[in-house]
């Protein structure tokens, strides 16, 4: 399966991850805490070693006020990356 953890949409969401927790005023700790986790858990998000899932997203996006709606249509606009085998899209 090709690696997508690099790819142009991951790291966007990155960006706007760490971005809102910032405005937010949230040290990566104090983000981590709410979620009854330790502080590498927030940075190996932030740092591309560790991607988030759907439902850690939305949790993630309602703490630190992230529109989840707007970041997927700003993530749309972007290149897929790499296709995946069996994609219609993929050619």
């Known amino acids: ?15 706007r991850l760490i971005e809102a927790r910032k405005a937010a005023g949230l040290t990566q700790a104090e983000l981590a805490a709410q979620f009854g986790r330790h502080q590498p858990f927030i940075a190996n998000i932030e740092s591309g070693q560790r991607r988030v899932d759907l439902v850690e997203l939305i949790d993630l ?9 707007q970041i997927i249509e700003e993530l749309k606009s972007l290149p897929a990356g790499p296709s995946l085998p069996g994609n219609p899209r993929s050619g």
């Open 1 to 15: 399966m090709p690696d997508t953890i690099r790819s142009p949409r991951q790291e966007l969401l990155v960006r």
């Open 61 to 69: 996006a309602d703490v630190v006020g992230l529109d989840l709606h």
